[in-house]
C-alpha cells in the first residue's frame, strides 16, 4: 500500500496521526494489531468496569438500607400513601421486611439522607474533569474511590451518634469521592482504548452501573436481613470492604496509560498510541475552552445524555410508583421482578456495542452514522415505551414488559452519545464528560419533581399519562437534536499538529499567516470527511 507523502510525515512527526488522517487506522495499522487475547487494555477495562460496578453499589446501598434503619411503626408524617382506584388489588402482597429499625426519621428527613451523597457527587464533576485532564485521571479515580470506600465503614456510626446530620456528612463525603468516576474512567478509555473498539469497550465499562445495581439490591437486602451488627450496617460494611480492596488493586495494577506501563507488550503499545495518534506522546496542552462551547456536536452530547437522565429517571423511579398507586401492584415486592430492567439493560448494552464496532470496522458505517444509529435505538426506544405505557391501562404484565423491553432498548446509548466524547476529542474526552455528566445528573433530579408536581396527589392514569409523555418528548427531542447535529469526527481544535505550531508561534507566523493556516487545516479536514 502506498501511503501519501503527507501522511507519512504526519506520522513521523512527534507519532501523531493527524484527525484528518484517522480513516487510514485499519489499513495501516491492522498488520500491528495484538492477536491474544489476553491483553493489557481489556485487563484495564476490567477493572474499570468494576469501578463503576463499585460506584453504583455505593449509590443505591442506601436506598435498601434505609427501609431496614427506620422505624416505620414509630413515624407518623400526617398521611398515607395515596393511591388510585382505578384499577382493581392484585393478588400480589408486600413482603415482611422483618421488625422496625433503629430511627424515626420521616420521609422529609429520609429524603435529605438519599439526596446527601448526590450533591456531593454532582459539585466535583467539572473540578475533576479539569484536573483529571491535567495531572492524570489515575489517581483521581482510585484515591477518590478509596474515600468512598473507607468513609462507608463510618455509616452506621455516623448515623448512630450523629444522627441525620452525621449521615448526611458522611454520604456527602462519599459522594465527593465519587465525583471523579465518570470523568476520569471516561479519560482512561480515551488513553486506552483504540477508536475501532470503543463502542464495545465502553458499553462494557459502562454497564457496570447496571451490574453492580443487580448484584447491590438484593445483596443489600439479605444483608439488611440476616447480616450482623443489626443488620443493615453489615451493608456498609462489606461493600466499604470489597470497594477498599478494589481501589488498592486498582491504584497499583493499572496505569495512566499505555506509555507509562512497565510490563505491556510493546506490540500492544504502539498499536493502542498509534491508532489514538500518539496522545500519549507529547505534553496535553490546554483545555481550548472557547472552541468547545462553539462546537455544535458537543451540544448534541450534551442535550443527548440530559434528556437521558430525565427520562431515565422518569423509567426507574416514577414508573415502579405508578404501577403501585395506579396498578396496585408493587415491584419492590418481588426482587427479580426489580432487577429485570437492570439486567435487560445490562445484556442489551453488552449485545448492541459488539454491532456497533463491527459497523465501523466493516465501514459499512463511519463513526457518526453508527452513533446516530446506536443513540436512536437507546432514545427513541425508551421514549415510545413510555408513551406505550401510558396507554396499558390496568394490565399489570404489559406495563412490566414495557419497562423492561424500554429500559433496556436503553442500552444503546452507551454506543451512541455516552461513548461519543471520545470521538470528538480524545485528549478532552474526560473534561466533555465532566460537564455533560454534571449537567446531566441535574436535569435527571428534575424528574421526580416534575412528577411530583403533576400528580399532586392525583394518582390518576389521566395525569400519569402527562407524566410519560413529557419523559418521552425529552427523550424523543434529545435524540433528533442529536442525529442533527452530532458527529463521530475528531475535531479540529483537537489536532495534535496544532500543538505544534503553538509552541512555534513566532516561527509559524513569519512563514504562514494565521487564517490562511487555519483555512488550510480546514480544507483537509474537509477533505477527509468527505471521504467518509
Not at 364 to 377: A, D, G, L
Request: one cysteine or more.
Amino acid at each position: 500500500m502506498t501511503v501519501p507523502r503527507q501522511q507519512t510525515q504526519n506520522r513521523e512527526r512527534n507519532g501523531h496521526v493527524l484527525v484528518w488522517d484517522q480513516n487510514s487506522f485499519n489499513e495501516i495499522f491492522e498488520e500491528t494489531k495484538p492477536k491474544s487475547f489476553f491483553q493489557t487494555r481489556f485487563f484495564v477495562t476490567f477493572m474499570l468496569f468494576l469501578g463503576m460496578a463499585n460506584a453504583y453499589v455505593m449509590r443505591t446501598n442506601m436506598s435498601v438500607a434505609i427501609v431496614a434503619m427506620v422505624n416505620h411503626t414509630a413515624i407518623n408524617d400526617g398521611h398515607d400513601d395515596v393511591m388510585d382506584d382505578e384499577c382493581p388489588d392484585s393478588n400480589y402482597t408486600e413482603v415482611d421486611h422483618g421488625q422496625d429499625g433503629e430511627f424515626a426519621w420521616n420521609s422529609a428527613l429520609q429524603g435529605y439522607i438519599l439526596s446527601s451523597f448526590f450533591y456531593g457527587y454532582v459539585i466535583t464533576q467539572i473540578p475533576f474533569g479539569m484536573l483529571a485532564k491535567k495531572y492524570g485521571a489515575l489517581n483521581f479515580l482510585g484515591y477518590g474511590m478509596l474515600v468512598n470506600s473507607v468513609f462507608a465503614f463510618l455509616v452506621p456510626v455516623a448515623a448512630r451518634e450523629g444522627g441525620v446530620w452525621g449521615l448526611c456528612i458522611v454520604r456527602f463525603i462519599q459522594g465527593l469521592g465519587e465525583g471523579p468516576i465518570v470523568p476520569c474512567t471516561h479519560a482512561l478509555l480515551a488513553k486506552w482504548i483504540p477508536p475501532n473498539e470503543r463502542s464495545r469497550m465502553g458499553a462494557a465499562v459502562y454497564a457496570g452501573a447496571q451490574f453492580g445495581t443487580i448484584i447491590s439490591m438484593p445483596l443489600s437486602g439479605l444483608l439488611a436481613e440476616y447480616g450482623f451488627d443489626g443488620g443493615w450496617p453489615s451493608i456498609f460494611y462489606v461493600f466499604g470492604t470489597v470497594g477498599t480492596l478494589w481501589s488498592i488493586a486498582f491504584i497499583i495494577w493499572v496505569y495512566e496509560d499505555p506509555s507509562a506501563h512497565p510490563t505491556i507488550d510493546e506490540r500492544e503499545k504502539k498499536y493502542i498510541n498509534t491508532s489514538l495518534w500518539g496522545t500519549t506522546e507529547i505534553k496535553s496542552p490546554p483545555i481550548p475552552f472557547k472552541a468547545i462551547f462553539k462546537c455544535l456536536p458537543f451540544y448534541a452530547i450534551l442535550f443527548a445524555h440530559m434528556g437521558h437522565n430525565y427520562g431515565y429517571e422518569t423509567l426507574m423511579t416514577e414508573l415502579p410508583t405508578y404501577m403501585k398507586q395506579v396498578l396496585r401492584f408493587s415491584l419492590k415486592s418481588n426482587g427479580l421482578l426489580s432487577s429485570l430492567p437492570y439486567l435487560a439493560m445490562w445484556i442489551f448494552s453488552m449485545s448492541i456495542s459488539v454491532v456497533a464496532d463491527w459497523m465501523i470496522s466493516s465501514k459499512r458505517f463511519n463513526h457518526t452514522q453508527t452513533r446516530k444509529v446506536m443513540n436512536s435505538i437507546g432514545q427513541y426506544g425508551p421514549g415510545l415505551a413510555l408513551i406505550a405505557a401510558s396507554y396499558t391501562g390496568c394490565d399489570r404484565v404489559l406495563t412490566l414488559a414495557i419497562l423492561t423491553i424500554g429500559v433496556g432498548l436503553n442500552g444503546g446509548i452507551y454506543s451512541g452519545f455516552k461513548i461519543n466524547h471520545l470521538d470528538l476529542t480524545p485528549r478532552f474526552a474526560g473534561f466533555l464528560m465532566a460537564i455533560t455528566n454534571c449537567s446531566a445528573n441535574l436535569a435527571g433530579l428534575l424528574a421526580p419533581i416534575a412528577a411530583g408536581n403533576l400528580i399532586n396527589n392525583q394518582p390518576t392514569i389521566a395525569q400519569w399519562q402527562k407524566v410519560f409523555f413529557i419523559a418521552a418528548f425529552i427523550y424523543i427531542i434529545a435524540g433528533t437534536f442529536f442525529n442533527i447535529f452530532g458527529s463521530g469526527e475528531r475535531q479540529y481544535w483537537d489536532n495534535p499538529d496544532n500543538d505544534v505550531k503553538d509552541t512555534n508561534a513566532l516561527e509559524s507566523q513569519t512563514q504562514i499567516p494565521s487564517n490562511q493556516n487555519g483555512n488550510d487545516a480546514r480544507r483537509r479536514i474537509s477533505a477527509i470527511s468527505g471521504n467518509q
